[in-house]
Nanobody, 120 residues
């Protein structure tokens, strides 16, 4: 059983920065991928970024590329999302998720989410 716990959300002015953390406990099926998603009010949940736990390959949505950086710290079983140059449209609940590293896998474990609010 894998548990994911996000932290680091908050209120920030446009142009500011925040760093989200996602701490993982339990024993996921290896190898795996960890990702960040977000959901704004009235909108569907959307992919933000992911990182492979082995190798550290990253991938970003076009909306955050160049502004957000996903990293991991293996010793702490933690993944981070550094968010710079924040915009009001980045306001959302941000979720951490995990899936096995295979072509047909789905995101099977989710955190509870952390709120990010960017004021204009």
């Amino acid at each position: 059983q894998v548990q994911l716990v996000e932290s680091g959300g908050g209120l920030v002015q446009a142009g500011g920065s925040l760093r989200l953390s996602c701490a993982m406990s339990g024993r996921p099926f290896r190898p795996y991928v960890m990702g960040w998603f977000r959901q704004a009010p009235g909108k569907e949940r959307e992919f933000v970024a992911h990182i492979t736990w082995i190798g550290g390959t990253t991938y970003y949505s076009d909306s955050v590329k160049g502004r957000f950086t996903i990293t991991k710290e293996n010793a702490k079983n933690t993944v981070y999302l550094q968010m710079n140059s924040l915009k009001p449209e980045d306001t959302a609940v941000y979720y951490c998720a995990l899936r096995p590293y295979s072509v047909s896998s789905t995101w099977s474990s989710w955190g509870q989410g952390t709120q990010v609010t960017v004021s204009s």
